[in-house]
């Protein structure tokens, strides 16, 4: 049998689930190697020694075994963690639904890295307090922008004109973006797109995120783009995230106590355990 080829890489976690007694199998997205699953051998375990630094929402350098279904984690150490993006259950959940979308759109084993860079740089703006919302906009418009469906905003995607800022405009995902009045096609009451959303798109893929940042936005406007990007992402990949529900349930009052109650013991003990990581810089694990 040849000798494991072993090689290290910038890792984020995407998701991760429980296998066997003990182990874990994780989806990783890598700059240059993409996106691949590993499997981490007895993480489970209490004496486990890259229990704690093998989790979602950082930075990692992780060092793998070339495996013949899964690679194999042999060491961690992390580089950035991202703790204060747990601190609000909006920016976690924000945080696996960007993950969620990153799984997603890639193919295993082929190369990442800009999706790898805007996901890395969503943590970051998320962990540095920007709105979840328009972190999730922006990231949703550079994606977009990576997998070739850069939503039209200036033209029409029929007819190719100039959009007015007098016009009426449609939004139509599957058309690519905008309708002018002037196009057959779906009815307005479904799908009419107000001038102050199509100013919205528009900055989201013009402006940087300090400008985004600090933009006065009318809520029923925010509300506007993101069910416009979210149809737009839904008929890109082709079907609705999962982590979306979650993202939708924790925001209604009633639902947003009920979860914290039941994930505050659960994100109090993630976070202690990454934080705890983060000051252990490297830690050597088993293969
Ligand atoms: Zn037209």
């Known amino acids: 049998m040849p000798i494991p080829r072993r090689y290290s890489t910038d890792a984020i976690v995407l998701s991760r689930f429980d296998y066997g007694e003990a182990d874990r199998i994780l989806t990783l997205i890598t700059p240059t190697g ?3 699953k590993a499997i981490a051998k007895g993480i489970r375990r209490p004496t486990s020694r890259i229990g704690g630094s093998l989790e979602p929402f950082a930075e990692l350098n992780v060092l793998l075994a070339r495996g013949r279904t899964f690679d194999v984690v042999v060491q961690v150490s ?5 703790l204060k993006l747990r601190d609000s259950l909006e920016g976690a959940a924000t945080a ?51 997998l070739g469906v850069r939503p039209e905003v200036d033209r029409c995607v029929e007819c190719d004109r100039i959009l007015e800022s007098t016009g009426r405009f449609r939004w139509v995902p599957p058309l ?25 798109l528009k900055a989201y893929q013009r402006q940087d995120v300090e400008a985004l ?15 416009a990007m979210r149809d737009f992402i839904r008929n890109a990949l082709e079907r609705d995230a999962r982590s979306l529900a979650f993202l939708d349930e924790i925001r209604t009052p009633e639902a947003a106590e ?21 000051s252990d810089q490297a830690i050597g694990g088993r293969a």
């Open 213 to 227: 940042s600090g933009l006065r936005l009318a809520v029923a406007t925010e509300r506007e783009v993101e069910s």
């Open 78 to 82: 992390v580089g950035h963690a991202w």
């Open 96 to 146: 696996w639904y960007l993950a969620e979308l990153a799984d997603r759109s890639l193919e295993e084993h082929r190369g990442a890295e800009p999706v790898y860079a805007i996901l890395r740089r969503a943590y970051e703006l998320l962990d540095a307090g920007m709105a979840p919302g328009r972190v999730a906009r922006w990231y949703e418009m550079h994606l977009a922008d990576e």
């Open 34 to 36: 993409g996106k691949l």
């Open 176 to 200: 690519g973006g905008v309708l002018c009045d002037r196009c057959p096609g779906p009815p307005h009451d479904r799908t009419g797109l107000t001038l102050d959303a199509l100013k919205l």
């Open 258 to 278: 009920r979860a914290l109650r039941h994930e505050a013991s659960v994100a109090a003990r993630e976070a202690a355990e990454a934080r705890q990581a983060a």
